[in-house]
């Protein structure tokens, strides 16, 4: 009876301990005791007059194993992609936002993420201990092979996209590419004035799939909106390390169905037992380091000469991170 | 995702309709408290509810979590806090004649009246307002699902529900004017 007694305080210990810990914070780190007090409440509140640390980081997230484990569920992933970035729209407006330089945010975010700490996030290191790897020896190696550009202008001067819009876009580009390959990414990034039909802004702010384009089965393709039509939805800040709130959003948001990409290319493989790819579940959590720029917002990467807020990624191991050499959460 | 409550300790009282030493009750009371609290843990210990790929959605999710979690906790003071002094539900079936709050926190705190899991939540935010609209699935059960579109309104209080409208998601979807059936490809956010 003293043992049954014994092990009950223990117990008791444990248990209480448990109830805090889940109590405090879900998966995601979110605090659930507390009512979020705006929908953009990671934005930083700024003081022009105060120092650039005044304001409200982004949300740091949890830095436990995901309650959830992510496994594979027999499908490939995808190793060294090629990266087609298919700017749609006009690209090119005195908006601040869907500008070349705008463009430039995201070409120079895709042309330095190869290799990065950010990528190897999806590797075996000394900090993750596994990578991603699926079917027929395949395995996300944290590089990207080319990036490509191209501006597409408008679909028979569409702007708002159904699915099957998006689809013929990636179906019109390869086209001129010779036909796709399944070695590819194709991403359609769409200018502000342009809305996906299917839930951009209030479902969702990007997606990614795969499905036959031409005559080529398993293209993988996915959609990013310009964040600037809805920042308190698709953009974690409302003021940006690259002064394009949109496109800083969008970088994110690129990032996240970049490695649910290379991780579950053909929705069939790393997901939880509830359909969350890796992406998901970091979703919208920036790590506990971030820094701040000049201009007073928030990042936690840095990437050549340009800093960025990426979300977290998800590691093999169920555990969030933004740098998976340093192990950085 | 929405576990029932954990049992109740009814604990008996030393010197009352007691046949056992006291210290004996006490190990008990002990044991059978530890149990009573692994039940909780292992509520609490659920995953939440809220997980969605947007930002805005993320937040009315929690939203939406912990107003079912202040109705399944049974505290009106709890739920009361999420609401606007001036809320009311309009239910489908009768639109001129609102439940009142009062009305409606009494409700919530019946057993049952809580379980039941938010789905398809889409987020819309305007200003200092906010509209998440969703399908309340049973959790346990055969009800019919529901769907609710909630008005949000932001305050330096914190968010409060102003309105909810609810209605039956029952029923083949024809005649509704206006809808279109478009196509979708499968995708993940």
Sequence with gaps: MKTLFGISLLALGVAVTGTARADQHDENGVDKGKIHHRLNDGAPELNPQAPATVGHALTAGSTATASRAITNHGGPVMGTPDVHLIWYGNWNQANGSDTLAGQQIVQAFMGSISGSPWMKINTATAVTGKGYTGSGGSSVSGNV???HNANFGYLNGSKSLTDANIATVVSNYVATQGGATTNAIYFVLTSSDVTASS????????????????????VKYSFVGNANRCLASCAPQTNSPNGNAGVDGMVSVLAHELVETLSDPQLNAWYDNQGAENGDKCAWTFGGAQKVAANGSFYNVTLGTRNYAIQRNLAANSKCYVDAVTGQQ | MYARRPPLFLGERCGQTVLKPCASLARRRVLAGTLALLAAAAVSAQPAAAQHATRAGQTLSELEAQLLQAARASDPAQLGAMLDADFEMIVAQAPTAPVAREDW?????QRGAADWVV???SAREFGEAAVA???????????????VVDTWQHSAAGWRLVVRHVAPATGPRKGIPGDVQTPAVQKKY
């Design chain 1, 199 to 218: 839930g951009f802004c209030t479902q969702y702010c990007g997606w990614h799939t795969q499905g036959t384009v031409g005559s080529v089965a398993n």
């Design chain 1, 145 to 147: 092979a080319t990036v």
């Design chain 2, 105 to 109: 926190v009494a409700a919530m705190r």
């Design chain 2, 119 to 121: 789905q398809g939540l």
């Design chain 2, 133 to 147: 609209a969703f399908v309340l699935r049973a959790a346990h059960g055969q009800a019919a699902p529901l769907y």
